[in-house]
């Protein structure tokens, strides 16, 4: 499966991403791959500024950077798990 290129992004426009965006960018950075010594590939890919691996300044930064903002969004429970408690 081809995962879907990941950007990074300034932090006035992960602001105005809608939460859903926001937990969906969240979820392809922990989908890429640790570092190059990782990769299957069977040379370098090309630096066109893609985030692609963890072990990396700018995906530390992108990760710290959405984190920030969900931090910022109002937590809504799902319907049907208002009754439960936390510990099950």
Request: charged share 40%; aromatic share 4%.
């Amino acid at each position: 499966m081809k995962r879907k290129p990941i950007f990074p992004m300034l932090l006035d426009e992960l602001d105005a991403m809608p939460t859903r965006q926001l937990i969906g960018r969240l979820h392809q950075l922990r989908m890429c791959i640790e570092s190059l010594e990782h990769d299957d590939l069977d040379e370098p890919p090309p630096d066109n500024g893609q985030i692609r691996y963890k072990q990396t300044d700018e995906w530390r930064g992108a990760y710290r950077d959405v984190k920030a903002v969900l931090e910022t969004r109002e937590h809504v429970r799902r319907k049907g798990r208002e009754g439960k408690s936390e510990d099950g």
